[in-house]
C-alpha cells in the first residue's frame, strides 16, 4: 500500500528533500523510519494534570509496541484538560484539543494515531478530532486511581469530596479530619476511581470499539496498563495497513451501544453532551431522546459509585467492562468491528464476571431503568437531564417555590445567608450558567443546600440549572436546561416563588406560570452582553451550540470534507 507519509518522504522534489534532510537533523537514519508507517502519539500528559502524570512514561510503552510492530513513532504534546485546575472550565477548552487533534493529524507526516488521555474532556476531545481526521486511531484510557483511604474507609474522589464537605459545613467533622482526608482522597495517578465523566468517557470510548478490549477498567498504576500501551501502539501499525479508520468502525450501531453501556454503567450525566457531540462528527444523528428511550429499558448494572457502592478498582477485578458487556450481549450489537480488526463479539470471548454484587446479573440490577432521564417542559423545552438513581427517590416527583440565583456569584454570595428564605421543599435555581452563560458550562449544577439546612439534617434538595455537573457528583440535581438562560431561555424568566414542577417518571420539568405571564417577562427580558471581547472567548462565545447539540462549533460539526494538505 502507498502510505500517506510519503508524500513528505518519497521522491526527489525539493521539498521531500528538504523534509528528509531535517529527518537527519533529528538524528534519525533512513532506514528507522522511511518506508514504515509513521505513527503519532498524541500525548496529554502535563506537569499540572494529576490524572495524566504518568502518560510521559505510558508513551514510552506505546513506543515500544510501534517500533515492534515494524512502525515509527513521533510524540506530539497537545493540550492538558485538567478538570482539577482549568478555569473557568475545561469544557470551555475541549473543542480547542479536538481541533488541535484533528489539525495536527492532518498537516504533519503520519499515517495512525494514538490518542491518549482520560480526565473527563480529553477523551471527547482527541476523539472528536480524530473522527473528523479520520486516520486510523487507537484510544490509550489513563486509567482510574487507585481508591483513597482515610482511616479505615475507602474514599472516592468527588463524590466523597461532596458528601465529607457537607459534614464539615454541618459541623459533623472538624478541621483535623478535613486535613487528613485531603491527604488520602487521590493517592495515585488516574482519573476518578468512580464512575465520573473520565470512566464513563473511557468506557463509551471501549464500547465504541476504540480500544483494545479491556483498556478502559485497567487501574493507571496496574502493570497490564503497561503491557496495553505497547499492545495499542503494535495494533494502530497493523490498523494502517489495513486501512482501518475510524469511518468504518463508528456505525449507528456502535453509537447505540456506547448510550447502552453508559446507562448501564449508572455514568456521568456529561456523556450526553459528548457522545452526541461525537456522533454529530461521524454525521450519525443522536439525540437526548435516543439517551431517554434507551434508558427506559436499560437497567444500571455496576454498582459503582455515586449510584452503588463500589469503585473502579472493585469494577476491574470484578471483571470490568468486558465483565459488563458479557451481562449484556442480547442488547448490544456484536457484529460490528472494532479496532482488533474483529467483531465486538469476539472482542468478548471469555468475559466473565468474578462478583455479582460489583456487576450484577439482570435478575438483579442497582436499577431496572438507566438511571439518566431526559426531561422535557416550559421551563426546558429542548430538554434537560437529570441522574435520578443518585438522588433521593422521594424527590422524584416534587413540586417546590423556587429559590432563584442570577449566576454563581449571586449564589455564592447569597446561599448562607441566615436571611435567605428557603427550606428543603423549596427548589434552587441557577440561571446563566449554560455554554454561553458560565461560560463553558461548568459543573455548578449540584448546587449546595444552605448551612442552616445542612445543620438540619437535609442532604439532598431538588436544584435546576443550566450547569453540568461533575460525573462524581450525586443529588436531585436537574441540569443541562435547553436553551440556556443566557439566550433568552425559560430558564431566565423564573422569579423567586414560582412553582416549579420535577416528575421523573413523567419525564416533567415544568414551571407553574402562565403563558402569559411567560411571554410579559419574556418582553421585559434584556440580553445580557458577550462575555468575551477578543481571543479564544469570542470564538467560542460566537459559534458554541446548546447542550442539547452537544456543544460543539457549528463548523466544526458541519457537512464536509477538507483536501489532504499540498505536500510537495
Known amino acids: 500500500m502507498t502510505l500517506r507519509s510519503e508524500q513528505w518522504f518519497k521522491g526527489e522534489a525539493l521539498r521531500q528533500f528538504s523534509h528528509r534532510a531535517r529527518a537527519r537533523q533529528l538524528g534519525l537514519n533512513a532506514e528507522e523510519h522511511l518506508g514504515k508507517p509513521i505513527i503519532a502519539i498524541l500525548n496529554t500528559w502535563s506537569g499540572i494534570n494529576p490524572c495524566h502524570m504518568h502518560l510521559r512514561e505510558r508513551a514510552q510503552q506505546v513506543e515500544r509496541g510501534v517500533l515492534a510492530a515494524g512502525g515509527f513513532p513521533f510524540e506530539f504534546p497537545v493540550s ?54 479520520d486516520l486510523p486511531v487507537i ?6 486511581m487507585l481508591r483513597g483511604n482515610w482511616r479505615g474507609q475507602k474514599l472516592a474522589s468527588g463524590t466523597d469530596m ?45 464500547a465504541l470499539g476504540l480500544t483494545l478490549p479491556g483498556a478502559s477498567s485497567i487501574p493507571a498504576v496496574d502493570s497490564a496498563h503497561y503491557r496495553m500501551a505497547a499492545a495499542s501502539g503494535a495494533r494502530v501499525v497493523e490498523m494502517v495497513l489495513e486501512d482501518l479508520k475510524p469511518s468504518r468502525i463508528l456505525s449507528p450501531e456502535a453509537y447505540t451501544d456506547a448510550v447502552t453501556t453508559i446507562l448501564a454503567l449508572g455514568g456521568s450525566t456529561n456523556s450526553l453532551i ?33 449510584a452503588g457502592k463500589y469503585l473502579m478498582e472493585d469494577f476491574y477485578y470484578a471483571g470490568g467492562l468486558r465483565g459488563l458487556f ?68 422521594e424527590l422524584w416527583k416534587h413540586t417546590g417555590p423556587a429559590v432563584v440565583f442570577q449566576g454563581y456569584k449571586d449564589l455564592q454570595q447569597r446561599i448562607n445567608s441566615p436571611d435567605l428564605e428557603i427550606t428543603r ?46 460525573g462524581t457528583s450525586y443529588g436531585a440535581c436537574v441540569l443541562h436546561v435547553a436553551p440556556e438562560a443566557h439566550v433568552g431561555g425559560p ?17 416533567i420539568l415544568h414551571v407553574e406560570v402562565s403563558d402569559e405571564e411567560l411571554a410579559r417577562r419574556r418582553a421585559e427580558w434584556t440580553p445580557p452582553a458577550p462575555k468575551f ?36
Open 80 to 133: 492538558t484538560l485538567s478538570e482539577t485546575y482549568q478555569k473557568p472550565t475545561p469544557m470551555m477548552y475541549r473543542n480547542m484539543l479536538a481541533m488541535e487533534t484533528e489539525e495536527i493529524l492532518r498537516s504533519y507526516p503520519v499515517d495512525g494515531a494514538v490518542l491518549m488521555g482520560g480526565c473527563d474532556k480529553t477523551t471527547p476531545a482527541l476523539l472528536m478530532g480524530a473522527i473528523s481526521a
Open 139 to 144: 484510544f490509550v484510557p489513563a486509567g482510574p
Open 162 to 206: 461532596w458528601r465529607f464537605w457537607d459534614d464539615k459545613r454541618a459541623g459533623v467533622i472538624g478541621d483535623e479530619e478535613w486535613n487528613e482526608i485531603e491527604s488520602g482522597l487521590a493517592r495515585s495517578p488516574g482519573t476518578c476511581m468512580t464512575m465520573g465523566t473520565a470512566s464513563t468517557m473511557t468506557s463509551a470510548a471501549e
Open 274 to 306: 459528548h457522545l452526541v457531540a461525537m456522533a454529530g462528527r461521524s454525521r450519525i444523528p443522536l439525540s437526548l431522546d435516543d439517551f431517554d428511550r434507551l434508558s427506559r429499558v436499560t437497567p444500571v448494572l455496576a454498582s459503582v459509585q455515586p
Open 326 to 393: 458479557s451481562r449484556l450481549t442480547e442488547r448490544l450489537h456484536l457484529d460490528r468491528i472494532t479496532v482488533t480488526g474483529r467483531t465486538f463479539g469476539a472482542d468478548l470471548e471469555g468475559a466473565a464476571v468474578f462478583d455479582d454484587d460489583v456487576i450484577r446479573p439482570l435478575d438483579n440490577p442497582v436499577s431496572p431503568e438507566g438511571g439518566l432521564a431526559v426531561l422535557r417542559g416550559n421551563l426546558a423545552p429542548d430538554g434537560a437531564v437529570i441522574k435520578y438513581v443518585a438522588a433521593e427517590p
Open 425 to 470: 421543599d423549596s427548589v434552587i435555581v441557577l440561571a446563566g450558567g449554560g455554554p454561553k452563560g458560565g461560560p463553558g458550562m461548568p459543573e455548578y449544577g449540584m448546587l449546595p443546600i444552605p448551612d442552616k439546612l445542612l445543620k438540619q439534617g437535609v442532604r439532598d434538595m431538588v436544584r435546576v440549572s443550566d450547569a453540568r455537573m461533575s
Open 491 to 507: 430558564l431566565a424568566l423564573v422569579r423567586t416563588g414560582d412553582l416549579v414542577t420535577l416528575d421523573v417518571e413523567a419525564r
Open 533 to 568: 471581547e477578543r481571543g479564544w472567548g469570542a470564538l467560542y462565545y460566537e459559534h458554541i451550540t446548546q447542550a442539547n447539540e452537544g456543544c460543539d462549533f457549528e463548523f466544526l460539526s458541519r457537512p464536509g470534507t477538507n483536501p489532504e494538505p499540498n505536500a510537495l
